[in-house]
């Protein structure tokens, strides 16, 4: 039997985080030890709230979820309600949650968590900006050759941006922290835009999940109905990315995805291009190889295991 993984979200939801989550929380293969909220898609205060939603509709009300950072390390937070609503949920009508939030904060839970366990057994699957993580490596620096790995939803580069131009939200929200991370010496797995653009919800994608007919089939079908709509808008395909569940079934199935490892630098100074992540997929410079960059992946294999796994809550 396949040992179980031990691993804390970090997470921004958001329909793609939530799906992420229950996709984690679907996966006998995983114990997750806690979920930390990062202000992102929408503040902190409602980024919690959705964390503590959606275990509860997994039907986990035992869940610690915990709170962090409210704003980025250095820069104003930009947040994205224009395609995650309102309540940066919005799609299903979930109930306001009853399980409570722990007192912690999520930097405190991630260093005390990380000291706790044996070195390389932790891993951390970031969804969101990156702030909790650096404020975590800057608060206690002994974390960094203990935590296993960190597999992120972040970045783009053959893909461009996708708040400007140049960068991906997540980064882009916060690109100080973006660089004390990849600048830290853990073992980095990044999901960019160039892997996530190839996992498009299509129509028939999303029915599938509705036709599950449980609880989290339906929240799941109305979730990416909603948030599709400003993607299909924009990109003109048919279906919108589900970029953070890449994270998760990567830790389940890695043969679905492949890349590379190379060097990744985080643009923090130029206004044009703050928050680029910057990837030397051709190797033409002499910079660390810092992260293993995924750029394919098996997007009907992908789709398959998460409509099981989802079928299974
Ligand atoms: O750019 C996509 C990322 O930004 C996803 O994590 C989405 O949830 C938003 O946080
Ligand atoms: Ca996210």
């Known amino acids: 039997m396949q040992q179980v993984r031990k691993i804390i979200i970090d997470t921004d939801p958001g329909q793609d985080d939530a ?28 980024t919690e709230k959705n964390a503590r939603k959606i275990c509860e509709l997994a039907g986990r009300p035992d869940m610690k979820v915990h709170a962090g950072a ?3 390390l250095v820069r104003d937070l930009v947040t994205a309600e224009h395609v995650h609503g309102k309540s940066g949920l919005d799609g299903p009508d979930l109930p306001e949650p009853e399980m409570p939030l722990m007192q912690a904060h999520a930097v405190d839970f991630i260093v005390e ?34 935590i296993g790995g960190i597999v992120m939803m972040g ?12 960068a991906e939200f997540n980064i882009h929200v916060d ?16 999901m960019p835009l160039d892997v996530t653009h190839k996992a ?14 449980t609880p989290v089939g339906l929240a799941t079908a109305a979730m990416l109905s909603f948030s599709e709509r400003f993607d299909k808008e ?41 928050g680029m992540t910057v990837i030397d997929w051709w190797h033409v ?23 099981e796994r989802l079928g299974r809550l």
């Open 19 to 46: 799906v992420a989550i229950l996709l984690a929380l679907a996966s006998p293969e995983l114990e997750v030890l806690g979920i930390t909220a990062v202000a992102g898609n929408v503040p902190l205060g409602l």
């Open 70 to 72: 409210g704003r980025p």
């Open 113 to 146: 968590t990380v000291m706790a366990h044996e070195p390389g057994t932790l891993t951390l699957c970031t969804l969101g900006p990156l702030t909790n993580i650096a404020l975590a490596l800057v608060r206690e620096p002994r974390i960094a050759p203990r």
């Open 155 to 166: 970045g783009g580069f053959f893909e461009g941006g996708n708040i400007t131009p140049a």
């Open 175 to 190: 690109p100080h922290a973006a660089d004390v991370v990849f600048r830290s010496g853990v073992p980095i797995v990044m």
């Open 200 to 213: 498009l919800a299509t129509r028939a994608r999303v029915d599938a999940f509705r036709e599950l007919g």
């Open 234 to 274: 924009k990109y003109g395909n048919e279906g919108g990315p589900l970029h953070d569940p890449c994270v998760i079934a990567y830790l389940l199935r890695p043969a679905l995805f492949a890349g590379r490892t190379c060097n990744v630098s985080v643009e923090t100074a130029s206004e044009l291009t703050m």
């Open 285 to 307: 410079t002499k910079r660390p190889h810092n992260a293993q960059v995924m750029r394919e992946i098996d997007d009907e294999g992908f789709f398959a295991l998460l409509t």
